[in-house]
C-alpha cells in the first residue's frame, strides 16, 4: 500500500545563509560596508499553550479527519513496534509518520500526520522537528489512490462510515498529486499544496468545492524543510516571511486536506496553541562529529563580526534582528518568492477568509527576499539554500565549487563530517529523480555569495564554529 505524505503548510521555511568576509584574519574582524537591502519584520502577538499538550495532540490528535480504515491498514501492514514515539494503544504499532484517529464519523482510521514532513533520521538519531529532506515528492502522490479506492469499495459498502471516512482523504489528494510533482527527490512542494487546497474550500465557511476556480498552474516551485526549533526565534512564517498574525491558525491550516469546515476548524484551531508551545520548546541537535575548539573560537569571531548582524547570536532570542534580506542583495534562486504563497488569487482568498477573522488572525503578506534565518542546528539541515541546491555548508560558502548537478544517496546516514552535509558524486546530466539538476527554474544555486572571499583556513574556522550552534 502506498505511503502517502500529508498536505502541509507548516512548513516553517528556511534560507540557510552567512558571512560577509575578507581574505585574511586581519580584515575578516573588519567586515566590509554592508550593502544589503534588508527590512524588519516585526512580530505579531501569539497565543500561548501548553508543552505537554501540544505534543500529544501532533502525535496523536485527529488534526487530519479521515484516511484509511484501521481494520483494513492491519490486514495489509506489518505492525511496526519501533515505537520512536512512545505512544500507547493503536498508534504504538504505526509508524511515527501516521496516526491512528477517530474520525468525525466515529471511524477509527489511519492518517498521514505533520512528522512525515518534520521528522527524521540523521547518522542513526531521530530529530523531532527536523526537515525530512529524503522523503519523494517526484512521483504523484495520488498515483495508487483510484486502486485504493476499489480496495475499499470491495471490502466496506460505498455508504460505510470506513468508506465515508476515507472520501475527504480521497479528494484531496486527488487535488494535489497531479500538480506537486518535483523534479527531484528530497524538495517538498507543501506551500503549493496550501495553494491547491485552498483554491478548493469556500473562504467563509471551509467547505469543499470540487472545481478549482483559480486555474492552478502545473509549474511546481520547491522548498527545502526548514527545522521547527527556528520558530522561536522567527517573527514570521516561511522563507519569504509571507506569514504574519497567529502562528497557530496559520499551521492548523495543515487540516485543509480533510477538514469538513469551519466549524470543525474551529475546534482544531483551539488545539493548536500548545502544539505551536511544544514547537518552540524543541532544542536544536548537538553535533556528534568532532570538532576542532581552537579553530571554532576563531570562526566564532569571523561569524560574530561578519554574521550575527543577519543571523543573530547562537541561542539568544533578543540578538536575532528577523531581516529579511532583497532579491537584489541575496541573489539566490527568485522563482519562491513570486508563485505558491504568493499566488494573487491565494493571498486574496485566504486574507479574506475564516483564517484572517479575529480574534487571532492570520495573513499572508507577499514580501521580495527571503528571510535570513537563524542557524541554530544548522549543521544537521544539509542540503543548503532555500530550495535545498547545495549539498554542504563548504558549498554554501565557496560558491565556485558548488556543483551544478549532484546526486546522493538519500541513506540518512551518508553524512559528510568533513565539508558538513551530504556525501555525493558531480555529474554532467540529470540521469534520474535523485539527481539535482540546478537549471531548472527554482532549482537554482546561484546567489548567497558572502562566503568567497573567505581563505581555505577561515572557511574551515567558520565550519567549526557553525558545527557548535
Known amino acids: 500500500?502506498?505511503?502517502?505524505?500529508?498536505?502541509?503548510?507548516?512548513?516553517?521555511?528556511?534560507?540557510?545563509?552567512?558571512?560577509?568576509?575578507?581574505?585574511?584574519?586581519?580584515?575578516?574582524?573588519?567586515?566590509?560596508?554592508?550593502?544589503?537591502?534588508?527590512?524588519?519584520?516585526?512580530?505579531?502577538?501569539?497565543?500561548?499553550?501548553?508543552?505537554?499538550?501540544?505534543?500529544?495532540?501532533?502525535?496523536?490528535?485527529?488534526?487530519?479527519?479521515?484516511?484509511?480504515?484501521?481494520?483494513?491498514?492491519?490486514?495489509?501492514?506489518?505492525?511496526?513496534n519501533s515505537n520512536i514515539l512512545k505512544r500507547q494503544g493503536d498508534n504504538a504499532k504505526v509508524g511515527y509518520q501516521y496516526t491512528v484517529i477517530t474520525t468525525s464519523n466515529n471511524t477509527r482510521a489511519v492518517g498521514a500526520n505533520c512528522l512525515n514532513c518534520h521528522a527524521t533520521y540523521i547518522n542513526n538519531e531521530f530529530v523531532m522537528g527536523l526537515g525530512n529532506t529524503t522523503f519523494d515528492f517526484s512521483v504523484d502522490q495520488s498515483a495508487n489512490i483510484n486502486l485504493l479506492d476499489a480496495v475499499l469499495k470491495s471490502n466496506y459498502s460505498i455508504n460505510s462510515p470506513e468508506y465515508q471516512a476515507f472520501i475527504p482523504y480521497k479528494r484531496g489528494f486527488q487535488a494535489i498529486g497531479p500538480l506537486t510533482i518535483t523534479e527531484t527527490q528530497g524538495v517538498n512542494p507543501a506551500d503549493k499544496y496550501a495553494a491547491i487546497l485552498a483554491s478548493h474550500r469556500n473562504p467563509t465557511d471551509l467547505t469543499w468545492r470540487e472545481?478549482?476556480?483559480?486555474?492552478?498552474?502545473?509549474?511546481?516551485?520547491?522548498?527545502?524543510?526548514?527545522?521547527?526549533?527556528?520558530?522561536?526565534?522567527?517573527?514570521?512564517?516561511?522563507?519569504?516571511?509571507?506569514?504574519?498574525?497567529?502562528?497557530?491558525?496559520?499551521?492548523?491550516?495543515?487540516?485543509?486536506?480533510?477538514?469538513?469546515?469551519?466549524?470543525?476548524?474551529?475546534?482544531?484551531?483551539?488545539?493548536?496553541?500548545?502544539?505551536?508551545a511544544y514547537i518552540k520548546s524543541l532544542p536544536s541537535p548537538l553535533y556528534k562529529g568532532t570538532i576542532d575548539q581552537q579553530r571554532a573560537t576563531e570562526g566564532k569571531a569571523i561569524y560574530e563580526v561578519n554574521c550575527s548582524r543577519c543571523h543573530g547570536t547562537s541561542n539568544n532570542k533578543n540578538d536575532y534582528p528577523n531581516l529579511l534580506v532583497s532579491l537584489e542583495s541575496i541573489g539566490t534562486d527568485p522563482a519562491l518568492v513570486s508563485t505558491n504563497f504568493a499566488y494573487p488569487q491565494l493571498l486574496e482568498w485566504y486574507n479574506t477568509s475564516w483564517f484572517s477573522k479575529e480574534p487571532f488572525a492570520a495573513k499572508l503578506i507577499?514580501?521580495?527576499?527571503?528571510?535570513?534565518?537563524?542557524?541554530?542546528?544548522?549543521?544537521?539541515?544539509?542540503?543548503?539554500?532555500?530550495?535545498?541546491?547545495?549539498?554542504?555548508?563548504?558549498?554554501?560558502?565557496?560558491?565556485?565549487?558548488?556543483?551544478?548537478?549532484?546526486?546522493?544517496?538519500?541513506?540518512?546516514?551518508?553524512?559528510?563530517?568533513?565539508?558538513?552535509?551530504?556525501?555525493?558524486?558531480?555529474?554532467?546530466?540529470?540521469?534520474?529523480?535523485?539527481?539535482?539538476?540546478?537549471?531548472?527554474?527554482?532549482?537554482?544555486?546561484?546567489?548567497?555569495?558572502?562566503?568567497?572571499?573567505?581563505?581555505?583556513?577561515?572557511?574551515?574556522?567558520?565550519?567549526?564554529?557553525?558545527?557548535?550552534?
Open 1 to 80: 500500500m502506498k505511503n502517502y505524505a500529508p498536505s502541509q503548510i507548516i512548513i516553517l521555511f528556511l534560507l540557510f545563509s552567512s558571512l560577509i568576509s575578507c581574505q585574511n584574519n586581519k580584515q575578516t574582524l573588519d567586515p566590509e560596508p554592508v550593502v544589503e537591502t534588508t527590512e524588519v519584520l516585526p512580530a505579531s502577538t501569539q497565543r500561548t499553550g501548553n508543552i505537554e499538550k501540544g505534543y500529544d495532540y501532533l502525535v496523536n490528535g485527529n488534526y487530519v479527519d479521515g484516511g484509511i480504515p484501521l481494520s483494513l491498514w492491519n490486514s495489509v501492514r506489518t505492525p511496526d
Open 211 to 276: 472545481n478549482d476556480p483559480w486555474g492552478i498552474p502545473k509549474e511546481v516551485i520547491p522548498t527545502d524543510v526548514p527545522a521547527w526549533w527556528l520558530l522561536k526565534k522567527k517573527n514570521t512564517m516561511f522563507y519569504t516571511g509571507v506569514g504574519t498574525g497567529d502562528f497557530s491558525k496559520i499551521m492548523m491550516a495543515s487540516s485543509l486536506v480533510s477538514l469538513q469546515d469551519s466549524s470543525q476548524a474551529r475546534k482544531i484551531d483551539q488545539r493548536f496553541p500548545d502544539v505551536l
Open 366 to 469: 507577499a514580501k521580495k527576499g527571503y528571510i535570513a534565518p537563524p542557524l541554530d542546528g544548522v549543521w544537521a539541515t544539509a542540503p543548503y539554500l532555500h530550495n535545498g541546491s547545495v549539498p554542504t555548508l563548504e558549498d554554501l560558502l565557496n560558491s565556485s565549487q558548488r556543483p551544478k548537478i549532484w546526486k546522493r544517496t538519500f541513506n540518512t546516514n551518508d553524512f559528510d563530517f568533513k565539508k558538513v552535509g551530504w556525501n555525493y558524486v558531480t555529474l554532467t546530466s540529470k540521469t534520474d529523480t535523485k539527481t539535482y539538476d540546478t537549471s531548472i527554474k527554482g532549482y537554482g544555486n546561484q546567489g548567497h555569495i558572502y562566503g568567497d572571499k573567505l581563505s581555505v583556513s577561515e572557511r574551515t574556522n567558520l565550519i567549526e564554529y557553525l558545527k557548535t550552534l
